[in-house]
């Protein structure tokens, strides 16, 4: 590798962890699509800007998957990233043959049959279940005077969730929990161990459930199929459990500490929910826009010649959408800096990428939405003065590739109640 490869932007370095916001800001007003580098390791081209992510995961000419693009010899940056990652070969599909690394007509198909079974009436369905579980939750720590929310409100909440949605028994609740955590560490030696043992755990899953169906979507996985009569096979089965239980814990887990944490440093604007509660539908949207984990999108690929934002990008190249930076573009939004609960964004989608745009819009979004519309008013309606329990520049932000989330979310239930601070970790 070359000095001036070295010196290229990576998404995954130490800098832009420490700082991923001003980070971005800088890429993003140098130009709308910049030359770095993915893991140290892969060419990549950076898309900062919201009208260029926008096209990227939104036109054909931009494919998932690198077979996808005729002739190509360019480097599969997911093979790469596995093989420095350690994750073996047999265990590799389960990642690869996903929907997020499929493109029309199996990306097609699989989604079209997973739509069958994840409907907004499916979801909708959920939100009284969805109350009970933060209000219980809730209850088992509203007298402790002080809390860590990630671990006793953000993690349990959307694991408690998926796992019932899927029908994953309560007592292996906690596995799912190591798993997800350790497949998003990222790290060699935790993250193929977490895939290996996740894997073996679905397969299980599976078996039983065709021996002993159940009210869950697990079952109606199984059973669905399309006008065709084609149904998916146990592989493609075990790939999508794997995404949906992962997808649906760990960023909903995330993206509920982040919140929190973002409201509690905005007292005005908690304060206004708290006037007029109408607004927390657009305050979730804000907030995802504001302070989502998910940094950036899966690589795509180039599926032709093309130009973007002024830039010549050849067939084959990876390119990777900044969600964080177009969330953030002033070409976009106005006062993009600031966090309004009552913004009101324009279409498409919910208006911003905090779930992605086109093909492989997020299949989630929706269960995301419901979970922190329902989690958010629970605990400040519980605890109407909930504050920080140390600094906001002391939260420890976990330092993880491409990703924002916190490590623990110290509060004060009640300051009225002399509460000690918990100590920074």
Same mark, same amino acid.
């Given at each position: 590798?070359?000095?001036?490869?070295?010196?290229?932007?990576?998404?995954?370095?130490?800098?832009?962890? %420490?700082?991923?916001?001003?980070?971005?800001?800088?890429?993003?007003?140098?130009?709308?699509?910049?030359?770095?580098?993915?893991? !140290?390791?892969?060419?990549?081209?950076?898309?900062?800007?919201?009208?260029?992510?926008?096209?990227?995961?939104?036109?054909?000419?931009?494919?998932?998957?690198?077979?996808?693009?005729? !002739?190509?010899?360019?480097?599969?940056?997911?093979?790469?990233?596995?093989?420095?990652?350690?994750?073996?070969?047999?265990?590799?599909?389960?990642?690869?043959?996903?929907?997020?690394?499929?493109?029309?007509?199996?990306?097609?198909?699989?989604?079209?049959?997973?739509?069958?079974?994840?409907?907004?009436?499916?979801?909708?369905?959920?939100?009284?279940?969805?109350?009970?579980?933060?209000?219980?939750?809730? +209850?088992?720590?509203?007298?402790?005077?002080?809390?860590?929310?990630?671990?006793?409100?953000?993690?349990?909440? $959307?694991?408690?969730?998926?796992?019932?949605?899927?029908?994953?028994?309560?007592? +292996?609740?906690?596995?799912?929990?190591?798993?997800?955590?350790?497949?998003?560490?990222?790290?060699?030696?935790?993250?193929?161990?977490?895939?290996?043992?996740?894997?073996?755990?679905?397969?299980?899953?599976?078996?039983?459930?065709?021996?002993?169906?159940?009210?869950?979507?697990?079952?109606?996985?199984?059973?669905?199929?399309?006008?065709?009569?084609?149904?998916?096979?146990?592989?493609?089965?075990?790939?999508?459990?794997?995404?949906?239980?992962?997808?649906?814990?760990?960023?909903?887990?995330?993206?509920?500490?982040?919140?929190?944490?973002?409201?509690?440093?905005?007292?005005?604007?908690?304060?206004?929910?708290?006037?007029?509660?109408?607004?927390? %539908?657009?305050?979730?949207?804000?907030?995802?826009?504001?302070?989502?984990?998910?940094?950036?999108?899966?690589?795509?690929?180039?599926?032709?010649?093309?130009?973007?934002?002024?830039?010549?990008?050849?067939?084959?190249?990876?390119?990777?959408?900044?969600?964080?930076?177009?969330?953030?573009?002033?070409?976009?939004?106005?006062?993009?800096?600031?966090?309004?609960?009552?913004?009101?964004? %324009?279409?498409?989608?919910?208006?911003?990428?905090?779930?992605?745009?086109?093909?492989?819009?997020?299949?989630?979004?929706?269960?995301?939405?419901?979970?922190?519309?329902?989690?958010? $008013?629970?605990?400040?309606?519980?605890?109407?003065?909930?504050?920080?329990?140390?600094?906001?520049?002391?939260?420890?932000?976990?330092?993880?590739?491409?990703?924002?989330?916190?490590?623990?979310?110290?509060?004060?239930?009640?300051?009225?109640?002399?509460?000690?601070?918990?100590?920074?970790?």
């Amino acid at each position: 590798m070359s000095t001036d490869a070295l010196d290229l932007p990576d998404v995954m370095s130490d800098t832009m962890m %420490k700082d991923p916001y001003r980070g971005a800001e800088r890429l993003r007003e140098s130009s709308p699509v910049v030359r770095g580098m993915l893991m !140290g390791a892969v060419p990549v081209w950076y898309v900062t800007r919201y009208e260029e992510a926008m096209t990227v995961l939104g036109d054909s000419r931009f494919v998932s998957n690198l077979s996808s693009v005729q !002739g190509s010899q360019g480097e599969d940056a997911r093979v790469r990233m596995a093989e420095r990652l350690g994750v073996p070969a047999e265990d590799y599909p389960y990642l690869a043959n996903g929907m997020l690394g499929q493109d029309a007509p199996d990306h097609t198909r699989l989604r079209k049959l997973v739509m069958r079974v994840f409907t907004v009436r499916r979801i909708t369905d959920l939100r009284p279940r969805l109350e009970q579980i933060a209000a219980s939750l809730v +209850d088992g720590f509203a007298d402790e005077g002080r809390a860590d929310l990630i671990a006793r409100y953000a993690y349990p909440l $959307p694991l408690t969730v998926i796992c019932e949605l899927m029908g994953v028994p309560e007592s +292996d609740h906690g596995l799912w929990h190591g798993w997800s955590t350790g497949l998003a560490s990222l790290q060699p030696g935790v993250m193929p161990r977490a895939l290996h043992d996740m894997v073996s755990g679905v397969r299980d899953l599976v078996e039983r459930r065709r021996d002993s169906p159940a009210q869950d979507v697990l079952t109606t996985l199984i059973t669905t199929h399309d006008e065709d009569g084609d149904r998916l096979s146990v592989d493609e089965l075990i790939t999508f459990v794997i995404t949906l239980m992962t997808a649906g814990h760990e960023p909903s887990a995330h993206a509920l500490g982040n919140s929190i944490a973002e409201l509690l440093t905005h007292p005005d604007q908690l304060e206004r929910l708290r006037r007029e509660p109408e607004l927390w %539908k657009t305050a979730v949207d804000e907030l995802v826009r504001r302070c989502g984990p998910t940094q950036v999108s899966v690589p795509r690929y180039a599926a032709v010649d093309v130009e973007l934002g002024g830039v010549r990008i050849s067939a084959g190249d990876v390119v990777q959408p900044m969600l964080t930076s177009a969330n953030y573009d002033p070409r976009r939004y106005t006062e993009p800096d600031r966090l309004d609960v009552g913004r009101r964004m %324009k279409a498409p989608g919910h208006g911003h990428l905090g779930f992605g745009h086109g093909p492989h819009y997020c299949l989630g979004a929706y269960l995301a939405k419901q979970q922190l519309g329902a989690a958010l $008013p629970t605990l400040f309606d519980r605890f109407p003065r909930l504050t920080l329990a140390v600094d906001p520049m002391e939260l420890p932000w976990q330092r993880l590739p491409g990703l924002r989330r916190l490590a623990e979310l110290p509060v004060v239930l009640d300051p009225a109640d002399g509460a000690e601070s918990l100590p920074t970790s």
